[in-house]
C-alpha cells in the first residue's frame, strides 16, 4: 500500500539555523516524491519534486531509496519559510493520484 | 501552469442539504481531482474525473454521496450530498501541472455543515 509518512506535526526553528522535515514513504514500485507547501491565507503549491533534481527557494530534497526517505533540508532558514509542508508521492507516469503525508507545520522564530 | 478557479471559497450548510463546488481551469486537461482535507488531517483523494466517462472513486467514496460531473475539458463540480456534521472538510480540486510535472491545485472550498 501506499503511504507518507511525516513524524513530525510540528517543528520550530529559529531564523537562521538549519532546518530538515522528515519524510517517508511506502511503495512497492518506483514512485515520484513531491514536497509541497501552504503559506497562510494561500493554496497548496508545489515547492519541488525528487526527479527535477531542483532547489528552490533555498529547499532540497534527496531521495533515498534504501531508507525509503524524501526528507526536505534548508541551510538557513527565514521567517518566510514558515508554513504548512506535506510530502507526497504518486505511482508515477504523470497521471496517477497523490498520497499526502500528514504535513509538518514549521514555524521559523525570528 | 494551470490556473484553477474553485469557488465558493467557503459555506455554512445545513445538514441534510447538497452543495455543489465548482472547478474551471484556464487550460484544458484530460484529468482533474478532487480531494478532501478534514481539520487536522492530510488530503485525501475522493474521485478522479476525465472528460467524457464517470468518475474514478477511492475507496470510502461513493457516487450517490460526491457526484462529480465533468462536461468538458476546462470544467467540473463535486456535490456533497445529504450532508452531515462529518462533512465539514475543505474540499480542493487538483490538476496535473506538466509544465513542472506536479499538481496545481484550487484554493480550496471551506464547508461547515450545521
Known amino acids: 500500500a501506499q503511504r507518507v509518512t511525516q513524524p513530525e506535526k510540528l517543528l520550530s526553528v529559529f531564523k537562521g539555523a538549519p532546518v530538515e522535515l522528515k519524510c517517508n514513504y511506502s511503495y512497492s514500485g518506483s514512485p515520484e516524491l513531491f514536497w509541497y507547501v501552504q503559506y497562510s491565507r494561500q493554496r497548496l503549491q508545489l515547492l519541488l519534486r525528487h526527479i527535477s533534481r531542483e532547489s528552490i527557494k533555498g529547499f532540497t530534497a534527496d531521495l533515498n531509496k534504501g531508507e525509503t526517505s524524501f526528507h526536505l533540508k534548508k541551510p538557513f532558514a527565514q521567517e518566510e519559510d514558515s508554513a504548512m509542508y506535506y510530502c507526497?508521492?504518486?505511482?508515477?507516469?504523470?497521471?496517477?493520484?497523490?498520497?499526502f503525508g500528514k504535513g509538518t507545520k514549521l514555524t521559523v522564530n525570528p | 501552469s494551470a490556473v484553477i478557479s474553485q469557488k465558493p471559497s467557503r459555506d455554512i450548510c445545513q445538514r441534510g442539504t447538497s452543495l455543489t463546488i465548482q472547478c474551471q481551469v484556464d487550460s484544458q486537461v484530460t484529468m482533474m481531482f478532487w480531494y478532501r482535507q478534514q481539520p487536522g488531517q492530510s488530503l485525501t483523494l475522493i474521485a478522479t474525473a476525465n472528460q467524457g466517462s464517470e468518475a474514478t472513486y477511492e475507496s470510502g467514496f461513493v457516487i450517490d454521496k460526491f457526484p462529480i460531473s465533468r462536461p468538458n475539458l476546462t470544467f467540473s463540480t463535486l456535490t456533497v450530498s445529504n450532508m452531515s456534521p462529518e462533512d465539514s472538510s475543505i474540499y480542493l480540486c487538483?490538476?496535473?501541472?506538466?509544465?513542472?510535472?506536479?499538481?496545481?491545485f484550487g484554493s480550496g472550498t471551506r464547508l461547515t455543515v450545521v
Open positions: 487538483s490538476v496535473e501541472d506538466l509544465s513542472r510535472a506536479g499538481y496545481t
Open positions: 507526497a508521492l504518486s505511482g508515477g507516469g504523470g497521471s496517477e493520484k497523490l498520497v
